[in-house]
């Protein structure tokens, strides 16, 4: 395989190359569970056999779902599939590996070119999607930097993943966390990822133009909300090595995450290092059109398709298509509620304030629990006018913070809106006397203070009372 020439233009240069835990059941070459069983704990090197240990004589069997799994994510990246599942074996010597070689793809890889689209719509090239076995798992006792030995876990070894490798397209740490999260959202649609155990880690190469772009890897990045940190990081190490009149050396760096820091771990390998053979023991799979028209006609709707969705079929725009539809479980939520409650009024208040509400708590949806029950009995009760926003919106704010009853506790706490004509002309008139300073400068033409005589009436109301309403009451009397 030979390396592509590039000429780049940006001032930084990124390129990804994540590793994706499929959610199967058992590993990609032998029927070791990929997790431990619920209620169980995950005691180390109790998930193995002879063929995950490596032990002469075992023969790989190839999991049949881990590669439906595979040209799942390939369609949905618009890949061009590869006729023929070719596996090749990765030889290194680290203790991670015991059997010392990896089986990889390497000469045909599954899937080629396709893309992933970002949120501002640029489209990132990818060289690749190819299917390998994990290693294990290391366990430093005192940290990466200060042990003095390493344990190993082989219970990951063996376990399916996808990796896809993007082309250098990247141009600033933000974009490749756009990514992630963009590619973390396809895997969930397509159901071949587990958010709550499986893995996705990433490898990233970054140079930057004042180094004439000489890259350096960092390994092992979990997730997306790292990936952005570890990169700024290395971006300002490489422009201060540079200033203090050192060079940028070709190397590979581990990331460590809880002290903000990338620390040198060997000079880059070329691929040409680890002596890739084709797996003797694993014989070409053809991937015949049946087998990928069988695929096609399961797909899921993916992101795109439901932007188009809600677009057409419930009216809503562009902007909350896209935002509804960019988190899987933000649009399975609307799609629950729009069957009883409008559709323009479910995207306003689940797209603002639902997501208003987990950035405060710093949450994403997945992490709190809220029943559909609950966000339709809210809903509802603001589209029939029986609550105020402002109720509304502290409500949402408490079913963040764990699911209730939301009928009964508007009734218990006495949140219904203050709709009865004449309790509301009762305290607009009421605010009008005890104002009447405001009430002077509104009629010389200051506007600030009719909104001051409407807070008024608001506070008298305890919130409950509808802003519009009030404010059409008091037009007539002031």
Avoid at 14 to 34: P, Y
Avoid at 380 to 402: H, P, Y
């Amino acid at each position: 395989m030979t390396e592509k020439i590039y000429h780049f233009k940006t001032d930084v240069v990124i390129g990804l190359e994540i590793h994706i835990e499929l959610a199967t059941d058992s590993k990609l070459f032998c029927s070791c569970s990929t997790h431990a069983k619920p209620g169980e704990e995950d005691e180390p090197n109790t998930r193995t056999c002879p063929v995950c240990l490596g032990h002469p004589g075992s023969k790989p069997v190839l999991n049949k779902k881990a590669v439906d799994y595979a040209l799942r994510l390939c369609l949905a990246l618009g890949c061009r599939i590869a006729p023929e599942l070719i596996f090749s074996r990765k030889s290194y010597f680290y203790p991670d590996m015991s059997k010392n070689y990896q089986i990889t793809q390497y000469e045909i890889p599954l899937g080629e070119k396709g893309n992933i689209k970002l949120s501002d719509n640029t489209k990132i090239g990818l060289t690749r999607v190819h299917m390998e076995e994990d290693p294990a798992a290391l366990v430093h006792p005192a940290g990466m930097a200060n042990s003095s030995s390493v344990l190993v876990d082989y219970n990951r070894s063996g376990d399916p993943l996808c990796e896809v490798v993007t082309e250098p397209e990247l141009t600033s740490p933000e974009q490749a966390r756009d990514f992630m999260k963009q590619l973390i959202n396809i895997l969930r649609y397509l159901g071949i990822f587990d958010i709550n155990r499986c893995i996705i880690k990433a490898d990233a190469n970054v140079s930057i133009r004042e180094s004439n772009y000489q890259r350096v890897e960092m390994k092992n990045i979990t997730g997306f909300k790292d990936i952005e940190r570890a990169l700024k990081y290395e971006i300002q190490r490489q422009k201060k090595t540079l200033k203090d009149g050192n060079v940028i050396r070709k190397e590979t760096r581990a990331w460590n995450s809880q002290y903000g820091v990338t620390r040198s771990l060997r000079s880059k390998e070329t691929e040409a290092d680890y002596g890739y053979i084709i797996d003797p023991d694993l014989v070409p799979t053809e991937i015949t059109k049946e087998w990928v028209d069988e695929i096609k006609e399961n797909m899921p709707e993916l992101p795109d398709e439901k932007v188009k969705k809600f677009m057409h079929d419930f009216k809503l725009s562009i902007d909350d298509a896209k935002v509804i539809s960019a988190d899987k479980d933000m649009a399975e939520l609307f799609e629950k509620v729009v069957k009883d409650v409008d559709a323009v009024l479910a995207a306003k208040w689940i797209r603002r304030e639902l997501v208003r509400c987990l950035n405060y708590v710093k949450k994403e949806l997945c992490d709190v629990d809220i029943a559909t029950k609950e966000m339709n009995s809210l809903l509802k009760l603001i589209e029939s006018k029986k609550i105020t926003e402002t109720t509304g919106q502290k409500l949402m704010e408490k079913l963040v913070e764990g699911s209730f009853d939301v009928e009964k506790y508007v009734k218990k706490e006495g949140l219904e809106a203050v709709s009865d004509s004449g309790e509301l002309e009762k305290l607009c008139d009421e605010a009008i006397v005890e104002n009447e300073k405001a009430v002077a400068e509104y009629k010389e033409g200051n506007e600030k203070s009719f909104n001051f005589i409407v807070g008024a009436v608001m506070r008298k109301s305890k919130g409950k009372a509808d802003p519009k309403v009030v404010r059409e009451i008091l037009i007539g009397k002031v």
